[in-house]
């Protein structure tokens, strides 16, 4: 079963309590920030915080293998915080916490597998505890810090610092680098067409939505019917009716405001399918929109409008997926 991004959202609602309300089991690590937990039977992906896994194949092996080792057949708790931020995907970031209180990310970071990396904004109670992590492994020359071994080609030098100004506005999307592959795997022969591993619609190879997705969680395919045989349906044709924009706040605003139309035409249309149709537009509009304040907070952290643009934008983001309903 695919998990619905209801599922997803109710899951971070509830880790964002503290302390953490449940704990849920690992079913896999894809990747060296990256694990997959089980919700209500469903399987939810979810990125580390506060880690910066070196490119190099060897020292991101190092770490999968030691997250592996941490967390394999084992229920762990969830914690989340807006402050954490989310990754090139969308995906929140969070800390795990094994059944005797042990935080996962601080373990890493201490054995000198990731160096520390600030989120979008601090959060002091959970942030400066791997801060202090990151003290010891330097002083021990742990891992990324000793140049050897899976570290050998790595150069050791510190994540850059969030601002200390930095204000307190919504996740903000980083840019973070796709995953190598592991060696001798093949590479993904391309098609005209392809989806995002967990999303239920594709779209041409070339098209824009597709720009910002991790290579890795894309599946290709030679033609259309291959894609509805696979389960897939045609992209969402509010997509289309994006306006272009410029990278510039009044091209954000353009966006957000189509988003926002779309969104209250949804509600117009009462407890109905096409409702729920509308809904889906509004989703990938004001995804869009999301993208481009994202990339404008990054540029101006102080700017406090343009980071409550976001928040908002978020917020109705997130009303699209609640108020619709999910089979």
Not at 61 to 86: M, N
Not at 193 to 204: H, T
Not at 237 to 258: H, L, R, W, Y
Request: proline share 9%; aromatic share 8%; charged share 25%.
């Amino acid at each position: 079963m695919k998990p619905s991004r209801l599922a997803i959202f109710a899951l971070l609602a509830l880790a964002s309590t503290v302390p953490a309300a449940d704990s849920f089991p690992v079913l896999s690590v894809p990747a060296p920030d990256r694990v997959v937990v089980q919700y209500q039977g469903l399987p939810v992906g979810l990125s580390l915080a506060h880690l910066d896994v070196p490119l190099q194949p060897a020292a991101q092996a190092a770490c999968q293998d030691r997250l592996t080792s941490l967390v394999k057949g084992k229920k762990v708790e969830v914690v989340y915080k807006s402050g954490f931020g989310v990754d090139a995907q969308g995906i929140a970031r969070v800390q795990l916490l094994l059944p005797d209180k042990t935080n996962v990310n601080d373990v890493l970071v201490a054995g000198g597998f990731a160096r520390y990396k600030p989120g979008t904004r601090p959060e002091p109670q959970f942030d400066e505890p791997i801060r202090k992590a990151q003290e010891r492994a330097k002083s021990g020359k742990s891992g990324v810090w000793s140049g050897s071994g899976a570290w050998a080609e790595v150069e050791a030098t510190d994540a850059p610092d969030a601002p200390a100004n930095a204000p307190a506005s919504a996740p903000i999307a980083s840019a973070a680098p796709s995953p190598a592959p592991a060696p001798g795997e093949p590479a993904k022969k391309k098609g005209p067409f392809c989806s995002e591993l967990d999303s239920k619609y594709y779209y041409p190879s070339d098209h824009r939505a597709v720009a910002n997705v991790n290579p890795q969680r894309l599946i290709y395919y030679p033609d259309e019917a291959s894609a509805k045989r696979a389960n897939k349906m045609p992209s969402p044709s509010a997509d289309e009716d994006v306006p272009a924009s410029d990278g510039s706040e009044s091209g954000a605003d353009a966006v957000f405001a189509k988003g926002k139309d779309i969104y209250a035409q949804a509600i117009s249309k009462g407890n109905t399918p096409e409702r729920d149709q509308m809904y889906e537009k509004a989703f990938v509009v004001l995804s869009k929109a999301m993208q481009q304040y994202s990339a404008l907070c990054e540029k101006k952290p102080n700017d406090e409008k343009l980071g409550e643009k976001l928040r908002e934008c978020m917020q109705l983001r997130y009303g699209s997926v609640k108020q619709r309903r999910f089979e």
